[in-house]
């Protein structure tokens, strides 16, 4: 079976629905050992215009977005409340929103070998530890981490290298109708939105590994 999710890097609900994805596929597994899935990863992003190399607090970024610090205030309460229900550590208080390109690019690069392990220290970066993942440092150390050889991170740090495909599958994500993240697509024809219960992703591929 394959699975593709359409993420961005500072989406919340984002990082809360894969983890519930990543349970649905341990529970399908344990049921069915033959069971065999491809995931990849589609880029998204939430705010292109987002300045490249510079971050700010994540709440200046919401309240801008949904008028005013009262509610974005909320809706950082929300989300951390679901993220703390769903088994994950969110610190949105020291969240910093940047521009995702590059670390798209390299999430591109780096698929498939590693690129389980990068989303995952993106995310742990951008939500837990509070991280600039628009810098190239930081960047080039959670690639590393992740397995990259340096030649592939060099190439997309230091050249444009992933940047056409990347404007590419961000175009062709919204010519095929995805306009909010996240977005499981299911065989290249069955597309589920938003940071779904476990249980639900358990019976569509329970459902479609059956058909």
Request: net charge neutral; proline share 6%.
């Given at each position: 079976m394959r699975v593709k999710i359409f993420q961005d890097l500072v989406c919340p609900w984002c990082y809360i629905g894969k983890s519930r994805f990543d349970e649905a596929l341990e529970i399908v597994r344990s049921s069915r050992p033959d069971f065999q899935v491809e995931v990849s990863f589609g880029p998204y992003q939430l705010d292109p215009t987002a300045p490249e190399g510079e971050a700010k607090p994540v709440i200046e970024a919401y309240a801008a977005k949904f008028g005013g610090m009262e509610k974005a205030k909320r809706i950082l309460e929300r989300v951390t409340?679901?993220?703390?229900q769903a088994g994950l550590e969110m610190n949105m208080n020291v969240a910093k929103r940047a521009n995702t390109q590059l670390a798209h690019r390299l999430l591109l690069?780096?698929?498939?070998?590693?690129?389980?392990?990068?989303l995952d220290a993106l995310y742990r970066a951008y939500f837990v530890d509070g991280m600039n993942i628009a810098d190239h440092l930081t960047l080039r150390n959670l690639a590393a981490s992740a397995g990259m050889s340096s030649s592939s991170i060099d190439l997309v740090l230091e050249t444009d290298f992933a940047q056409e495909q990347l404007a590419n599958d961000i175009?062709?994500?919204h010519e095929t109708g995805i306009t909010a993240v996240p977005t499981f697509v299911f065989e290249d024809q069955w597309a589920v939105s938003g940071a779904q219960e476990p249980e639900f992703f358990v019976r569509v591929m329970n459902k479609l590994a059956d058909a």
């Open positions: 409340e679901a993220a703390h690069t780096a698929q498939p070998i590693n690129a389980q392990a990068l175009k062709m994500a």
